[in-house]
């Protein structure tokens, strides 16, 4: 009885920690990478699966920081692929040459719904960054300078910055703009597209832009200047 008693009691300790270390503060969901290289597994990957028939096939990915859609996996020990899903299912592949261009089970997005699923993506982002921020987490302070962005399905990511965001030193505006073009360069797997321009607006007036078109080489460019 004394057993069971102090079983009872110990389970419901460790209840109490479980809930008490989930309820804190909110946190990004991270998944264990996977650790096979075996590029044969990918050849199995259609367009159109979902997250179960994908893991059963490759394994646990690396959710991407961004956002839980977006699952990188290494291959060939010193390059990786990235899967893009539209909630449940498989949508785009960052290369495509490494899985199967047979039997698909689903069909090419148009641009329009590609463009909108994008700007979904990034509503979703800064609406949960905002709550993280909200609670602390240091790391997605910056995202309270931007309003929105806004993908035009073409070659522009468009920035609507808060009320002051141009009086912002330089050197602050650089980290912020650089998350921003990390973040779209993220969103962009969608898109099978590297270069892009980045602009920035403040009350309707452009404010910066990039100085070139690629987003990882992205530095903070002053309008006037």
């Not at 159109?48 to 096939?57: C, E, P, S, T």
């Not at 959710?63 to 290494?74: L, S």
């Not at 960054?129 to 073409?154: L, N």
């Not at 703009?177 to 321009?197: C, M, N, P, T, W």
Request: aromatic share 8%; net charge positive; charged share 25%.
């Amino acid at each position: 009885m004394k057993l069971k008693n102090g079983l009872v009691l110990s389970l419901t300790c460790l209840s109490v920690g479980l809930v008490g270390s989930f309820t804190s503060q909110p946190k990004l969901q991270t998944i264990q990478a996977a650790t096979t290289n075996n590029t044969k597994n990918f050849k199995q990957i259609k367009l159109g699966m979902n997250k179960r028939q994908v893991i059963d096939i490759l394994g646990k990915p690396v959710h991407d920081k961004y956002e839980d859609n977006i699952w990188t996996y290494p291959v060939k020990d010193t390059s990786s692929v990235s899967l893009v899903f539209k909630k449940d299912t498989l949508e785009n592949v960052s290369d495509k040459s490494v899985i199967s261009a047979k039997n698909s089970v689903i069909k090419k997005a148009t641009t329009k719904t590609k463009r909108q699923n994008i700007n979904t993506a990034f509503k979703d982002y800064f609406k949960q960054a905002a709550q993280y921020a909200r609670a602390g987490q240091t790391e997605f302070a910056w995202s309270t300078m931007i309003k929105k962005v806004t993908f035009d399905g073409d070659d522009e990511l468009k920035v609507t910055a808060v009320n002051g965001f141009n009086a912002t030193p330089n050197h602050e505006k650089d980290v912020i703009a650089k998350k921003v073009a990390e973040l779209g360069k993220s969103f962009l797997h969608r898109y099978d597209q590297k270069d892009i321009e980045l602009e920035f607006y403040e009350n309707g007036h452009k404010i910066g832009s990039s100085q070139d078109e690629q987003l990882t080489l992205y530095k903070w460019h002053d309008q006037h200047q």
